[in-house]
């Protein structure tokens, strides 16, 4: 068990892929906002690489382990401690009764931090899945943040624990994380000719996009397009301005939606329907990274990508977390 000290500024359970097959229900999937370090955090303590771990946004989190566990920290580096001694990233490390876990805040790189543990977080399964939705307020520990006193269970792990720890990743597995964060990206639903300009949709390619401090899991708000030209004067029937569209699904997670001049990715906890249009989605394999871009600070520049690529990155993501990725 893990009893929490300080919750941080946002700390939650969270795993992958998240609560899936209830969009028309209007609930979203939630899930890790960078699978990629839950993944490999669950990988390092033996756990299938969707399991939930605990997701740290910002930092400050602190807790005492009340039992002997096997833990991994990925993610940015928050400067992770353990009873005041630093722990390394991306590799496994034995924790016994008593210990305390603290972290600073996010790095010059990065903007959250992942805890695998061997057995992962016991917390009841809500339609499927062990993650928090803030926004719906269901899900993980009682639908919310993780505060003081609160206490976690922890799973069965996979092996023992002695077995467990020590392992690392190799070199290469472990992500490289950057100020401007690169994302592959397929045209559409609401594209060129009809909704953008040809011009308009080269704009989005053709920039960075800084990511703005109103961002949270339901949102990552990207700078004013000033510059963004639509293909029609107004919405029509939908709104006065050309980025209105009448009431449809969200392609979530990793829609581009365009609100008024304002690209914003819609993301883990986003809404599953709305009037504005969507310009371009953001493949599977890189939503990753947009849990990483510091609001703020960091920077979004979208690459086109075609099916058959996003299909093929997709499975090498598969790979990538899993265990072929031990040193």
């Known amino acids: 068990m893990l009893k929490i000290i300080n919750g941080g500024i946002e700390t939650v359970v969270e795993d992958w892929p998240g609560r899936i097959g209830y969009l028309d229900n209007g609930m979203s999937s939630s899930g890790a906002f960078d699978n990629v370090a839950l993944g490999l955090a669950n990988v390092l303590v033996g ?11 910002g930092g400050y989190f602190q807790a005492e382990f009340e039992t002997d566990a096997v833990i991994s920290v990925t993610g940015t580096d928050m400067k992770p401690t353990l009873n005041n001694q630093p722990i390394p990233l991306w590799e496994s490390i034995k924790v016994n009764k008593g210990d305390v876990i603290k972290f600073s805040h996010f790095a010059e790189f990065g903007f959250r931090a992942y805890i695998g543990v061997a057995g ?7 339609l499927g899945s062990k993650s928090t939705c803030l926004f719906g307020s269901y899900g993980g520990y009682e639908g919310r943040k993780l505060q003081k006193d609160d206490v976690l269970k922890f799973g069965k ?11 690392k990743l190799k070199p290469e597995a472990i992500p490289e994380y950057s100020r401007e964060w690169v994302l592959r990206a397929i045209p559409g639903p609401n594209t060129s000719p009809d909704y953008l300009t040809k011009e308009g949709m080269d704009y989005l390619f053709a920039n960075s996009h800084k990511v703005q401090l109103n961002s949270n899991r339901s949102a990552v708000r990207l700078a004013e397009a000033s510059e963004l030209s639509f293909a029609r004067p107004d919405g029509g029937v939908a709104g006065s301005h050309p ?8 392609a979530i997670r990793g829609s581009l939606n365009i609100c008024g001049n304002t690209p914003i990715l819609l993301i883990a906890d986003g809404p599953t329907l709305g009037g504005y249009m969507s310009a371009l989605h953001v493949i599977n394999a890189d939503l990753w990274k947009i849990g990483q871009g510091t609001p703020g600070r960091d920077f979004i520049k979208f690459v086109f990508c075609t099916q058959e690529e996003a299909v093929e990155a997709r499975k090498q993501q598969r790979e990538w977390l899993s265990e072929k990725s031990l040193a």
Do not use: W
Request: hydrophobic share 35%.
């Open 47 to 57: 756990n299938q690489p969707g399991e939930a771990g605990i997701e740290i946004a």
């Open 120 to 126: 992962g977080i016991d917390v009841p399964l809500v």
């Open 243 to 250: 980025s209105n569209v009448l009431d449809h699904a969200y």
């Open 157 to 167: 792990p996979s092996k023992d624990l002695d077995s467990l720890k020590g392992r």
